[in-house]
C-alpha cells in the first residue's frame, strides 16, 4: 500500500516573515532561535530546524472542518520556508524519532481508529491503519507536547 506524507505550504504564512517581534505578537506568534538540535520540528519541510535559524510558534488549524473533530494546536515552522516537503512511502526526518498520535479519519472527517507509534514504528502504523478501508487520510500528532505533525494520504 503506498501512501503520501506532504508538509504544509509556506505561503499561508509568508506574511508572518519578517514581521518584528511585536508585530508577530500582535499577529498571535513569537519568533524562536533555534539553540538545540533536534527539538524544533518543522511543519513545511518536516524536518527539524538547525541550530541558529528561527522559528516561528504560532496556532495553526490543522482539521478546518464542520466536524467534532475540527482541531488546532501550536506549531513550529521555520521562518523563510515556502516548498512543502513531499515524501512517497517514506518517513520525514520528523517522524522518525518522536512517539507520535497517528489517528484514522474518514471521508466525514471523523475520527473512525487511533493508535501510539513509538520511534521505529511510524511506518508499520500508518500501513495498519490504511489496510482499514474505511480510513480516508491519518492526522499523525507529537503524542508528548499533542502537536500537530502532518498529514497522511493513501497515494
Given amino acids: 500500500m503506498s501512501f503520501i506524507i506532504t508538509g504544509l ?28 538540535y533536534p527539538s524544533f520540528p518543522d511543519r513545511i519541510t518536516l524536518r527539524d530546524i538547525p541550530i ?7 496556532n ?6 464542520q466536524s467534532p ?16 516537503g513531499v515524501y512517497q512511502n517514506v518517513l520525514p526526518e520528523v517522524m522518525k524519532n518522536r512517539i507520535l498520535s497517528l489517528r484514522g479519519f ?7 481508529e487511533a493508535t501510539l ?17 474505511k480510513v480516508a487520510f491519518i492526522l499523525a500528532h507529537n ?3 499533542g502537536c500537530f505533525s502532518c498529514r497522511i494520504e493513501r497515494e
Fill in 52 to 58: 541558529g535559524e528561527t522559528a516561528l510558534l504560532l
Fill in 9 to 36: 505550504s509556506g505561503h499561508p504564512f509568508s506574511h508572518l516573515y519578517g514581521l518584528t517581534d511585536d508585530e508577530l505578537l500582535n499577529q498571535g506568534a513569537i519568533r524562536v532561535s533555534v539553540d538545540h
Fill in 69 to 84: 473533530y475540527k482541531g488546532s494546536h501550536a506549531i513550529f515552522i521555520w521562518e523563510g520556508q515556502w516548498q512543502a
Fill in 143 to 145: 503524542a508528548k507536547q
Fill in 60 to 65: 495553526h488549524t490543522y482539521l478546518d472542518t
Fill in 106 to 112: 474518514d471521508s466525514r472527517d471523523m475520527l473512525i
Fill in 117 to 133: 507509534a513509538q520511534p521505529g514504528e511510524a511506518k508499520e502504523q500508518i500501513l495498519s491503519l490504511l489496510s482499514n478501508d
